[in-house]
């Protein structure tokens, strides 16, 4: 059963502009939602993540939306650059021991150019 | 720290081979996670620890996988027999408490 959504699977944006990464979930359950960034011939590392108390959080370039009614969430980075060139997955998890394993987003591949 | 360990970090085997994956989590970390990475499949999460103990195996795909945690700093994946549809990038993962996932560089598994 595929419990988060992610969209779209590749991304093709222009240095400077800004990507957009959406996700959606089905569980109300959960209650941690974080992004990982993967390089090629790398591991998934975080990026950024959220709690469904907040709507928004930022770190720096990252931005995570959050609209709890709507069981969605996103990744906006602004001011792409070529470095963020990367696969990104969404996932979501439960917050008690003994059932916090993470379900990932099947991943989007982005592509920033020159 | 180093991070998580994982090695051997690529393995070419023939269809019918033991192959046995190796993961050192980072030290003080209480859960380990194995997980597998296809592009038909995206990343699935195998089995995990908690203080050496498996919690959850049902990602397992079939008996011939097998995991072990005998001590905090040491785990195995085994495939026995492998089969070429069980070529894939296979991560370890390692957490302490609710915290974040640190995970490995992954073992490229090649099954002839």
């Known amino acids: 059963q595929q419990q988060v959504k992610q969209s779209p699977q590749s991304l093709i944006v222009q240095k400077g502009g800004i990507s957009i990464i959406n996700c959606a979930y089905e569980n109300t359950a959960f209650d941690y939602f974080p992004w990982y960034q993967q390089f090629p011939g790398k591991g998934p590392a975080l990026l950024i993540a959220i709690r469904p108390d907040v709507s928004e959080k930022k770190e720096g370039r990252f931005t995570i939306s959050f609209n709890k009614s709507a069981k969605q969430f996103s990744l906006h980075i602004m001011d792409s650059q070529p470095g963020d060139s990367a696969t990104y997955f969404c996932?979501?998890?439960?917050?008690?021991?003994?059932?916090?394993?993470?379900?990932f987003g099947t991943g989007t591949r982005l592509t920033i150019i020159p | 720290d180093a991070g998580v360990i994982q090695s051997p970090r690529h393995e070419v085997t023939e269809m019918g081979q033991e192959v046995t994956l190796r993961c050192k989590p980072i030290s003080g970390h209480n859960s380990l996670f194995w997980y597998r990475q296809t592009m038909m499949r995206g990343l699935e999460l195998l089995i995990y620890?908690?203080?050496?103990?498996?919690?959850?195996d049902s990602g397992m795909p079939e008996d011939r996988f097998s995991a072990k945690m005998p001590n905090a700093s040491f785990s195995t994946l085994k495939i026995q027999p492998s089969e070429p549809r069980d070529s894939a990038v296979y991560f370890c993962?390692?957490?302490?408490?609710?915290?974040?996932?640190?995970f490995g560089p992954g073992t490229r598994l090649t099954v002839l």
């Open positions: 996932a979501a998890s439960f917050p008690n021991f003994g059932n916090e394993k993470l379900t």
């Open positions: 993962a390692s957490r302490f408490g609710l915290n974040t996932q640190y």
């Open positions: 620890f908690n203080n050496n103990v498996p919690i959850d």
